[in-house]
């Protein structure tokens, strides 16, 4: 089970700082990965009345693209049969739109295997690039900054992409005749994982600084601060890289005609597409199926107070339909990690689903939202779950079936995190719901309005603080993380904030 900081480091607010190329950093975070589609001005039912607050709106773009299928699903043993070679020169991804296949299904009508990215894929992405207008990963412009967002530093991901490239041109090599093959492929994947984990302790530690509203420690200083670790690491990295990239010219491992970045990159978007093909396959195979089981389910787990009858008739009319989001459907990781680009051999699957009723059943329990989506995890009787266990052993079966993994030992080391689906809150849910979504909204953007005030207003800050000392609402320096705030508790702290 992930954090909350750990599962929402890609579905953000667009709030962000773009600089031009030429800067020592850029801090970009991806267009937000998770919502309903519905627009919003940030803390508005709570500051309407109050002078001189400040609204940001929302922009989510959820969506999904048609995905051609070259496999056909066995449902009992969760195994993918190979409908014919691979062409050598054609990647994944165009094999499987020319040869679209139709899955067995336990619906009405066969089943066309699709992406169930949360985003059309780009499979052409060049992610050692800044910027879409390069063809690389996404970026948000200066006005919509998250306030503690981490800076993206350029040499940390070009020293990443560099080692990785090394990694995957020695896996692929056939290195029989070296007696005792240095460097070990599997010391060094063991070094990246560190590595990433490493990047993500100091940009938790950037948020954690910038969070604590009592330091008069300028912004500036954090960011140089953080670039300053993340650099520390890019040299440790490319020390890896240049030992890895010897062994490959010693041996005459890569091909005169190629360059090491072409050839690891084309060796890594083999991988992520083979990836994805891998789960859209195993999505593709058991959601119809599933969709079936958990409308059946909420039919039956109606809210207290809501006729029994008028709930089970709403339930067939409604859209419900899952999706994943992540490193694996965009090709690169979130902002804590740098935007590094996927890994096919250390990756988890995030989905989300939007089923209303499910929403709606989980908050009449007492579940509070967090950054638009709600967990299933102590209900049962929502069957999430199970569902998300067949779905995580299907995803296991066909990436050894994909040759990502040789076997379950490996396949499990790969797969970080088991499957899991979180629900997604719509703003389209009303009544005691609908109050719920608002308010986590309310709550996100409350906290982001204070921490901005510590990079355009320290002086305000600490008259907010003054303001607040005698609540609850402070601890350590900074808002009450551990818990979620209530609605006066919300318009306690935007009035703070237009009064100071």
Excluded: C
């Excluded at 169930?116 to 948000?140: M, Y």
């Excluded at 890994?343 to 989300?352: M, Q, R, T, Y």
């Excluded at 939007?354 to 069957?383: C, F, H, M, N, W």
Aim: proline content about 6%; cysteine-free; overall charge negative.
């Amino acid at each position: 089970m992930k954090t909350r900081v750990e599962r929402g480091e890609d579905w953000v607010p667009p709030r962000n700082t773009f600089k031009s190329e030429e800067s020592r950093y850029i801090s970009p975070v991806p267009m937000e990965e998770g919502g309903n589609g519905q627009s919003r001005l940030s803390v508005q039912r709570v500051l309407s009345s109050i002078p001189g607050s400040n609204t940001i709106q929302r922009r989510i773009n959820p969506g999904n693209l048609p995905f051609g299928a070259i496999k056909t699903w066995d449902a009992k043993s969760f195994n993918l049969k190979p409908e014919g070679a691979m062409g050598q020169s054609e990647t994944v991804q165009q094999q499987a739109m020319a040869k679209t296949k139709e899955l067995p299904s336990s619906g009405t009508g066969p089943i066309q295997l699709r992406d169930f990215g949360k985003f059309p894929s780009k499979d052409t992405i060049d992610v050692d690039k800044v910027g879409e207008e390069e063809g690389g990963i996404r970026l948000v412009p200066e006005e919509s900054a998250r306030p503690d967002d981490v800076p993206l530093v350029l040499p940390y991901r070009e020293a990443m992409h560099r080692l990785h490239n090394a990694v995957l041109i020695l896996e692929k090599a056939d290195r029989s005749g070296e007696p005792d093959p240095a460097p070990s492929t599997s010391v060094l994947r063991v070094f990246i994982v560190k590595i990433q984990s490493d990047a993500k302790g100091l940009a938790k530690n950037f948020k954690k600084k910038m969070r604590d509203l009592t330091k008069d420690t300028s912004v500036d200083t954090l960011k140089d601060e953080y670039i300053e670790g993340m650099e520390a690491l890019a040299a440790s990295v490319n020390e890896q890289a240049e030992i890895g990239e010897a062994a490959i010219g010693t041996h005459g491992y890569l091909a005169a005609d190629t360059t090491l970045k072409e050839e690891g990159t084309t060796l890594w978007r083999d991988r992520w597409l083979k990836a994805k093909l891998a789960v859209n396959n195993a999505m593709t195979g058991l959601w119809r199926k599933w969709k079936g089981f958990l409308k059946k389910s909420a039919a039956d787990n109606n809210p207290e107070g809501v006729d029994p009858l008028g709930w089970k008739a709403r339930i067939p009319g409604e859209d419900w339909d899952l999706f994943y989001g992540g490193s694996l459907a965009k090709g690169y990781k979130g902002p804590p990690k740098q935007h590094v680009r996927f890994l096919a051999s250390k990756f988890d699957v995030d989905a989300n689903m939007d089923a209303p009723a499910i929403a709606e059943y989980l908050i009449s329990k007492g579940e509070k939202v967090d950054r638009g989506q709600l967990d299933p995890e102590k209900y049962p009787e929502t069957r999430v779950k199970k569902m998300d266990g067949e779905m995580d052993k299907a995803v296991k079966v066909n990436l050894v079936s994909e040759g990502l993994a040789k076997d379950a030992t490996e396949v499990n080391d790969m797969i970080s995190e088991p499957f899991e689906t979180r629900v997604n809150a719509s703003e389209a849910l009303t009544g005691d719901a609908g109050v719920e979504v608002k308010r986590s909204m309310d709550e996100q953007d409350v906290r982001d309005l204070v921490t901005n005030m510590r990079h355009t207003d320290p002086h305000k800050l600490a008259v907010i603080l003054d303001k607040l000392k005698d609540t609850d609402l402070v601890a350590d320096g900074h808002l009450q993380d551990t818990r979620t705030f209530e609605d006066h508790e919300i318009a306690l702290i935007a009035r703070a904030v237009a009064e100071a």
